[in-house]
């Protein structure tokens, strides 16, 4: 069954024991309640949710994006590159302290700022993996719900 979000009036098709779910719109990024008309409602007027179904196990054909494990995989490096670059931070004032002269840590300045480039990378690409995943899903539902009008 095909259901729009009410407020960008993105179509999405959803298997009918998601009735009366709350869903967030990947488009808008807003939530609404699937309801039983293909219609959207108004917001002035609020039309009372249909009583939501049992919960089924969602093995098959929910149309929710789900984020990609490679996104993960560059936020975590991301994330390890940011504790690095603060390791090599930290080591850099000990040097300094240590010796007692301020270029002693300098050594460490090319490390830090590949650690931190790297960062910037890792978190860069997790976003467009997102975004690319995000629109072949977006895509794969529109050919979908075109080639059930036909």
Known sequence: MLTTCPFCKQTYEVEEQYLGRQIECQKCKREFTIGQSQEPRQESSPVPPAPAPAPAP?????????????????????????????????????MSIQKENIFAGMSLLPLIFATLLNALIMFGLSELVKAISETAFNTRQLLKIQSEKR
């Open 58 to 94: 969602a093995k098959t054909g929910a149309a929710v994006f789900k984020v990609p494990l490679l996104t993960h995989i560059f936020n975590v490096f991301g994330g390890l590159s940011v504790a690095g670059t603060l390791f090599c931070i930290a080591g850099a004032v000990l």
